[in-house]
């Protein structure tokens, strides 16, 4: 069997997306504290925006990946990043306290399943914006 080797723009957009998977890991599991995800519930408050915040600037280093041609493009996709993050999480927060949902219960996990899964697809919907604005 033979394998064929991928091309240059199929291993940036697979970096790509290896990054912003990391990256999600890293900003959600390694470093928000308590303060943020014990507040990302309540609309405009601090530690939900701090969290956010975190993920957008992490977010940065995909821009230099695929490198896209309007500097603009780069500046939305890290405002966006920020804005649909913090309303995806203070969404699922607000959903989790209406239900008074916790581990113990299926809608608690299945729940959590949609919010990491949306994270995704906006990670997918970034490195697609970034390919069709790449410079490369």
């Not at 701090?50 to 995909?62: E, N």
């Not at 990670?123 to 970034?130: E, K, N, P, V, W």
């Amino acid at each position: 069997m033979q394998v064929a080797a991928l091309a240059p723009h199929e291993l940036t957009l697979l970096a790509a997306l290896a990054y912003l998977s990391l990256k999600h890991f890293f900003a959600d599991y390694c470093v928000q504290t308590p303060y943020q995800f014990m507040n990302k519930g309540k609309y405009g408050h601090p530690g939900g925006l701090l969290h956010s915040a975190i993920h957008a600037v992490a977010t940065i280093p995909v821009i230099f990946i695929l490198k896209p041609t309007l500097p603009q493009i780069a500046a939305a996709i890290i405002a966006l990043e920020f804005v649909v993050h913090y309303h995806i999480d203070w969404s699922k927060e607000q959903i989790n306290r209406r239900a008074r949902l916790n581990p113990s219960h299926a809608r608690f996990w299945q729940l959590f399943g949609l919010d990491q899964l949306l994270h995704g697809l906006t990670y997918i919907a970034i490195a697609a914006a970034l390919i069709v604005y790449a410079g490369a």
